[in-house]
């Protein structure tokens, strides 16, 4: 029996504002190449995904000039306003190519670190479990709930606590409906798996390692090319 397609989405319709610049912060350089290119070149190595959909904004201008990985099934499409419009638009336009019982796996156009071998880790161990799963690390470091003005309430216990990150995987179907039901409750959701855990499912955690960096602020540029740099010689673990 054949294994579900895997389709890769990647949103990536961001403006920036928060980056404090004019450059959406997918677009910015790190050694030598936009962040989202080094991201696609990424996603596009894992053998198990099929394509690859990048949301974009309709203002994008850098786009058609970006260096892109040669793979032939890789297209854009229309993103929203949030991240969850731009990626539940992404399952529309992944439906024209995906069958019944496909997945998606969804990565954030500015995690550029991500390892192709972790991506088929996080895709063996949820093993198609239908209630899908997430790469994330352990939370270890001390937790403070702040009092509202600035000074420390409690410590919050970090037994059991993740961080979230990306690639998330989810059976396509099962996603869909978990977005428009966080849409139409009003409840929203801050990443895909929270919206599965509003389908009360409850999604599979797959231990990352820390240089699978986010890039929110400009100083990250600078730590995901000192990242970039240590994988070129060898794997940056732990």
Request: aromatic share 6%; hydrophobic share 40%.
């Amino acid at each position: 029996m054949n294994s579900p397609g895997i389709w890769a989405l990647i949103p990536a319709a961001g403006s920036g504002t928060r980056f404090g610049s004019q450059r959406p912060k997918q677009y910015h350089f790190i050694k030598g190449k936009p962040v989202l290119a080094h991201t696609l070149e990424r996603i596009a190595q894992v053998k198990a995904i099929r394509g690859i959909a990048v949301g974009l904004s309709v203002e994008d201008a850098n786009w058609e000039v970006l260096e892109k990985p040669s793979t032939e099934n890789l297209w854009t499409y229309t993103g929203g306003v949030t991240r969850a419009d731009t990626v539940r638009r992404g399952l529309d336009s992944l439906s024209a190519k995906a069958v019944a019982g496909d997945w998606v796996l969804v990565h954030d156009a500015v995690r550029p670190c991500i390892q192709p071998a972790d991506v088929q880790r996080l895709i063996n161990e949820v093993a198609f479990s239908p209630e899908g799963g997430l790469l994330g690390i352990p939370v270890r470091d001390s937790i403070k709930r702040e009092t509202g003005q600035g000074r420390v309430a409690t410590t919050v216990p970090r037994v059991g606590l993740w961080r979230a990150q990306t690639p998330q995987l989810f059976p396509l179907d099962t996603l869909t409906t978990a977005l428009d039901q966080a849409h139409s409750s009003g409840r929203g959701c801050t990443d895909e798996a929270e919206a599965i855990e509003q389908l009360s499912l409850t999604p599979r955690l797959v231990e990352s390692d820390w240089c699978n960096l986010k890039i929110t602020s400009p100083a990250d540029l600078v730590l995901a090319e000192l990242i970039l740099e240590q994988q070129a010689i060898h794997r940056c673990g732990g």
